[in-house]
């Protein structure tokens, strides 16, 4: 059986909450991210499941990435998991992002065909942060030569990685995307998150 819902603009908590309810959280970070050996929370009760999303995304742009090794997580089954975490700032989707999960006896994708956000600027043009938990496998960057792979740009550029040329390919096993504001007032209704497309459930 199949559901398919109709093509319009998605909201992280939304959208991607609806999906995958443990999978995201649009809270504020913690100031120890990926700074302590204790596990994070990453907002909870919005933890991230066990079964990781795999995102991929033909063409992209942000204005750095930063890569910090050996994070560990906890997950909503109560486990946890040492994995990589990947801040990006002013991250914008050029083309094609698609997220798969496959758990639990069903399959959830969410498929943004065009152009969307997982944070670029907010109404007053400040910059946003999306923070990624888990495994990117590959993604490739334009210098003068195409360049891919997470391990060989941390090699060319060190832990500060250029994506203003934008980048291509990216594929990851994800479990847990986030994406905030750091500049918003309190009243704020800003939303970094724009996703426009379609959620499909398949279920055996």
Same mark, same amino acid.
């Given at each position: 059986? &199949?559901? %398919?819902?109709?093509?319009?603009? +998605?909201?992280? =908590? =939304?959208?991607?909450? +609806?999906?995958?309810? &443990? ?32 995102? =991929? ?29 990947? /801040?990006? =700032? ?11 999960? %496959?758990?639990?006896?069903?399959? *959830? &994708? ?20 999306? /923070? ?9 960057? %334009? ?6 792979? *997470?391990?060989? +740009? ?5 832990? +500060? ?36 497309? &379609?959620?499909?459930? /398949?279920?055996?």
């Amino acid at each position: 059986m &199949t559901r %398919r819902a109709p093509s319009k603009p +998605l909201a992280v =908590t =939304t959208a991607l909450l +609806l999906a995958v309810a &443990t999978a995201f959280w649009s809270g504020q970070p913690s100031s120890a991210a990926g700074r302590t050996a204790a596990p994070q929370p990453l907002g909870v009760p919005f933890l991230p499941a066990p079964d990781p999303l795999h995102v =991929t995304i033909a063409s992209m742009v942000a204005v750095s990435m930063t890569v910090d090794r050996n994070v560990t997580i906890r997950l909503s089954d109560g486990t946890t998991r040492t994995t990589t975490q990947y /801040t990006f =700032t002013k991250l914008k989707i050029r083309s094609h992002m698609n997220v798969t999960q %496959r758990a639990a006896g069903h399959t *959830v &994708t969410i498929d943004v065909p065009n152009e969307g956000s997982l944070g670029g600027y907010d109404s007053a043009g400040k910059p946003e942060t999306t /923070t990624m938990w888990g495994n990117i496998t590959n993604v490739c960057v %334009r210098v003068l030569v195409k360049i891919c792979g *997470v391990q060989g +740009l941390l090699d060319f550029f060190g832990s +500060l990685i250029p994506l203003t040329a934008g980048a291509e390919d990216f594929v990851g096993d994800i479990y847990a995307i986030r994406t905030v504001d750091d500049h918003a007032a309190l009243d704020s209704t800003d939303n970094p998150v724009h996703l426009p497309g &379609t959620i499909t459930v /398949t279920v055996p």
